[in-house]
């Protein structure tokens, strides 16, 4: 086989210095391999007894699932869902936020129907504007995804009550229970929610393809088998009845009835604790075959074991709530950092999931209510106090639409399984022979592979949220396979400190080229004209190599640009295909949808929308308006402000003209009142601190913001960065939304409400800060008292406008 380390292939592709000598030479043993067993027959998945709804749309297309996987038209399908509730948006901004999940490369979108937000007063249902969830899942069609209803009645989603009216807790019956008054109140919801929904099932050629029933439900399994019969007979007829599984139950759920769903957070809102990390979360960085997680909603469930059900693995690993971010509560102010949700959501893969869903994709803003505010709060006798009207979730796609870094990260992942991940999901996920003894453990490397006995995938966790991870030096893997052990690389490598990614063995490309192994992660796979082209990322702290099949070989021709060089190579056969590597840190501007009726790859730095003939770019910086193809369009791209196409070596750049030099808009910032004396914090009766209430804001600092005369760009932000408690944004007395304050920008659109902000400004309310507050802060996040008792500083705000460009095909 022909070999390529970093030394002949990696480097002298990509220009980079040669690395020095490696300290493994003559007379020097290599350090004993990491060892997996894959030699054992992989079982065969099993159907089951599924009592699932109508599987077939009127095309003949059929979604179903075995034990393994969900299977689309007969073949294996990894699909990637996303959370985003409707009734938090504006409806007008619905489809742009849509298309930017598809271009995250989420393929089905999951909404909460939040009873509260639609029967707010008893018999009185509101199904207009941002509660049209009928629009709503039409727009998603429009988008290319599919949908998951999560149909409660109990949600909780972080909303008054979990969900649930004020009006159903009034009446004499037990909510969430089989008592026959709730029950009837329950079919008047469903069969609202039926009627929304008619004619957008699968079956009927619409993208609804799942159901959730309740949330988080630890009571008896005949309920939630009630809730499938009233729901079937409104008219829910899916073929995925879902429910949420990291909880035991007071009565087993017959096999098959409804599909469990599992997740994984880096850290959660809802503990007591006032400690980072409190209880299990470390497990969820650990690659392990169990699919329970102990750390989710712990304020309710109560503490847990990390125990799955006797009957598990009759069922695919399927997951809903992987988490996409962390809301802050008001006594635990989490703040997330990118390979936090990049990491867990690599190990769910590795230890087997074949359905990414995370829990939140988009944030949103809790709507106005008519009776009372919308938000979960100790003063409803729920567990945590949370924001009025803020449900950011720091998720990949922010409050208002904003792209978070871990936005690419993910999308990357989603990359690899769009094209990789129906082969994968085939794999059943296998450790290694010798694992981490708990999270504690820091020196043992974390990793997993998910193999079908002949090829398959490594995956490489070094990281941990707040805990410090060390290289890993001297590592080689040793996978016994069917009819061989395969070991690699050649040269030991080092996994640096936070170092994740996936490694591929035994993969084919090419039609019948090998891909022996590569220290490099899959990205996708592009077919330009019955010639294959495969793209790899270089992953930040793994030494880049690869090995070639015998037969396989390079040709010596390439192509380069900016941060990726494509190789020639030919099969045994002597067909020809391309090996692209992408640069750490480049692989971010990648992308891969289909355009003019093909497949093709677009890089670019700034957030990327295709809406049929449309490519639309966005991003603070108007530099970075361009994006480069490949292959190029067949049709010529158009637009009022789009520079002439010229090649970028192996890609095809277009760009939008720089807009003419302007001076940078400020804001005009006055400060109307100094802060009072901090309010006093007193524990709730959830035995946590209390948020503010109105009228504590009576003593809060008062800044007046007004915009700059003159046009803005069509989105615009204002950008806050503040210490101190709480802060709140409002126009004239109407709250915009609101902030507990954990060290990040506290940032909100001005572009929906432009007119009346030009008229009255921006009123931003921040609350003092006590040093000795009952609450958690990241240390980072924690300001300089510097002996005072309490913070309360405006550090900066700043107008943020969001350019655009629009590149269109000319329909000539």
Aim: charged residues 25%.
């Amino acid at each position: 086989m022909k070999k390529l380390d970093r030394r002949n292939f990696i480097l002298a592709s990509l220009g980079a210095t040669l690395a020095a000598p490696r300290a493994f030479g003559f007379g020097r043993r290599l350090p004993a391999p990491l060892t997996l067993d894959a030699s054992k027959p992989v079982p065969a998945p099993v159907a089951g007894e599924l009592k699932m709804g109508a599987a077939t749309n009127p095309a003949g297309v059929t979604v179903t699932v075995d034990s393994r996987s969900l299977l689309v038209g007969g073949r294996r399908a990894m699909p990637v869902m996303g959370e985003f509730h409707y009734s938090r948006y504006p409806e007008n901004e619905w489809r742009e936020e849509l298309l930017k999940m598809k271009a995250g490369g989420i393929d089905i979108v999951a909404t909460y129907v939040f009873w509260i937000h639609h029967e707010e007063r008893e018999g009185v249902f509101d199904w207009s504007g941002r509660r049209d969830l009928r629009r709503f899942v039409e727009l998603a069609r429009e988008a290319g995804l599919l949908v998951v209803v999560r149909l409660g009645p109990w949600c909780h989603g972080e909303v008054r009550n979990g969900g649930l009216p004020d009006w159903v807790l009034k009446k004499p019956f037990k909510p969430r229970t089989d008592a026959p008054e709730y029950l009837a109140a329950v079919t008047r919801l469903y069969g609202e929610t039926g009627a929304q929904l008619k004619g957008l099932w699968w079956k009927d050629g619409g993208p609804i393809i799942g159901a959730q029933f309740e949330n988080e439900f630890k009571g008896r399994a005949e309920h939630l088998l009630n809730l499938k019969r009233i729901a079937r007979a409104a008219g829910v007829d899916a073929p995925l009845y879902t429910r949420t599984a990291w909880h035991g139950m007071a009565s087993p759920l017959p096999f098959g009835e409804i599909l469990p769903l599992f997740g994984a957070y880096a850290e959660g809102f809802w503990d007591r604790e006032l400690t980072p990390m409190p209880g299990k979360y470390g497990d969820g960085f650990l690659f392990r075959t169990a699919r329970t997680d102990a750390s989710i909603a712990t304020d309710q469930l109560g503490a847990k074991t990390r125990r799955d059900a006797e009957d598990v693995d009759a069922y695919p690993y399927f997951c809903c709530e992987i988490g996409g971010g962390m809301m802050p509560s008001y006594h635990r102010r989490i703040l997330n950092y990118p390979k936090d949700i990049e990491s867990i959501a690599l190990v769910k893969l590795g230890s087997g999931s074949n359905l990414q869903g995370f829990y939140m994709y988009h944030g949103g803003t809790n709507p106005d209510g008519a009776l009372s505010t919308l938000q979960e709060s100790q003063a409803t006798n729920y567990w945590n106090d949370m924001p009025v009207k803020s449900y950011d979730f720091q998720a990949p796609l922010r409050e208002f639409g904003q792209l978070s870094p871990h936005y690419h990260a993910l999308r990357l992942q989603n990359m690899f399984l769009r094209d990789f991940g129906p082969e994968l999901a085939a794999m059943p996920a296998l450790m290694p022979d010798r694992t981490p003894s708990d999270s504690n453990d820091a020196e043992t490397l974390r990793w997993s592979a998910r193999t079908n006995g002949a090829s398959g995938f490594v995956f490489v966790n070094n990281y941990q949220r707040l805990k410090q991870m060390p290289a890993k030096t001297g590592v080689r893997f040793a996978i016994r396979l069917r009819d061989e052990t395969l070991t690699f690389p050649d040269r030991p490598l080092t996994v640096g400190a936070g170092a994740l990614g996936i490694f591929p063995f035994n993969l084919k490309v090419g039609g019948d080229g090998l891909i022996r192994w590569a220290t490099l992660q899959p990205l996708c796979r592009l077919d330009e004209a019955g010639t294959e082209i495969v793209f790899l990322r270089e992953i930040d702290g793994i030494e880049p190599s690869i090995s070639f099949g015998d037969g396989t070989r390079l040709t010596g021709r390439r192509e380069r640009s900016p941060g990726m060089t494509a190789e020639e190579a030919t099969t045994p056969s002597g067909r020809k295909f391309l090996i692209v590597t992408v640069r750490a840190g480049v692989a971010e501007s990648l992308w891969k949808t289909t355009f003019d009726g093909a497949e093709r790859v677009f890089a670019t730095r700034a957030g990327l929308v295709v809406d049929g003939d449309e490519i639309r770019l966005s991003g603070e910086n108007a530099a970075e308006l361009a994006v480069a193809l490949r292959p190029p369009p067949g049709r010529k791209l158009t637009g009022s402000n789009v520079r002439p196409s010229k090649t970028a070596g192996f890609l095809t750049r277009f760009a939008a003209a720089p807009p003419p030099a302007a001076a940078k808009k400020t804001l005009k910032i006055r400060q109307l009142q100094p802060a009072g004396p901090p309010r006093e914090i007193r524990i709730g009766g959830k035995g946590v601190a209390e948020a503010p209430a109105d009228g504590d804001f009576d003593a809060a600092a008062v800044w007046r913001i007004e915009l700059p005369k003159g046009a803005l760009a069509r989105r615009a932000l204002i950008r806050v960065r503040y210490e101190g408690d709480v802060a709140r944004a409002y126009v004239g007395e109407r709250l915009l939304t609101d902030n507990f304050y954990n060290g990040s920008a506290f940032e909100f659109a001005v572009d929906r409400d432009l007119a009346e902000i030009r008229e009255k400004g921006v009123t931003l309310k921040i609350l003092p800060l006590r040093a000795d507050a009952p609450i958690y802060l990241a240390d980072e996040a924690k300001p300089k008292f510097g002996g005072a008792a309490s913070v309360c500083r405006l550090v900066s705000a700043e107008l943020v406008e969001i350019r655009e460009a629009t590149f269109k095909l000319d329909r000539r």
